[in-house]
T-cell receptor
Framework: NAGVTQTPKFQVLKTGQSMTLQCAQDMNHNSMYWYRQDPGMGLRLIYYSASEGTTDKGEVPNGYNVSRLNKREFSLRLESAAPSQTSVYFC???????????FGQGTRLTVV | GESVGLHLPTLSVQEGDNSIINCAYSNSASDYFIWYKQESGKGPQFIIDIRSNMDKRQGQRVTVLLNKTVKHLSLQIAATQPGDSAVYFC?????????????FGKGTKLSVKP
């Protein structure tokens, strides 16, 4: 089982460039999430999708957009990357809200 | 290298000893708690969870204790092994909370000496 798969694993962007981080899960989970992880800050929720067709803001949504493409896929888009968005991004999924979340391996993004 | 471990509280234990990692959570309305383990360069991995109607739950070599009176959560690892070296996060979820999902603590780095 692949679980939660994120692409790419590494990315370097110039300030102002855009990109989309992809995430797919094969566990038939209803809920999906995007987190960012910075040193000393733990994991902070960017956006989540409680179920297919819905998305909601988390703790730090500014500068990001998301799309729940279907039940399997949940993408995160940076329209105009800024150095403050340099971070490690994790996608996660869970059967329902308020249940155990399974994480992908992360995308390390550097904005220069 | 992985920068997740910088500036984190660190617990150093001898192989074979028991480890206790503590976490103070923030919201008295939180009703679900999870411990995650994160190894360098990997995503967080579920260890054990507990709901607020319990005060103790045991897994394989791990036990989670919940003290709602003082909003404290602990993870006990028995017979700690080198493979247990990682950063450990507690996470809480408030029933009906607007955040939508788990709020993570900043983590504790466990270092196991052989």
């Amino acid at each position: 089982n692949a679980g939660v798969t994120q692409t790419p694993k590494f990315q370097v962007l110039k300030t102002g460039q855009s990109m989309t981080l992809q995430c797919a899960q094969d566990m038939n989970h209803n809920s999906m999430y995007w987190y960012r992880q910075d040193p000393g800050m733990g994991l902070r929720l960017i956006y989540y999708s409680a179920s297919e067709g819905t998305t909601d803001k988390g703790e730090v949504p500014n500068g990001y957009n998301v799309s729940r493409l279907n039940k399997r896929e949940f993408s995160l888009r940076l329209e105009s990357a800024a150095p403050s968005q340099t971070s490690v991004y994790f996608c996660a999924s869970s059967p329902e809200m308020n249940t155990e979340a399974f994480f992908g391996q992360g995308t390390r993004l550097t904005v220069v | 290298g992985e920068s997740v471990g910088l500036h984190l509280p660190t617990l150093s234990v001898q192989e074979g000893d028991n480890s206790i990692i503590n976490c103070a959570y923030s919201n008295s309305a939180s009703d679900y708690f999870i411990w995650y383990k994160q190894e360098s360069g990997k995503g967080p991995q579920f260890i054990i969870d507990i709901r607020s109607n319990m005060d103790k739950r045991q897994g394989q070599r791990v036990t989670v204790l919940l003290n709602k009176t003082v909003k404290h959560l602990s993870l006990q690892i028995a017979a700690t092994q080198p493979g247990d070296s990682a950063v450990y996060f507690c996470a809480e979820n408030m029933k009906g909370g607007s955040q939508g999902n788990l709020i993570f603590g900043k983590g504790t780095k466990l270092s196991v000496k052989p």
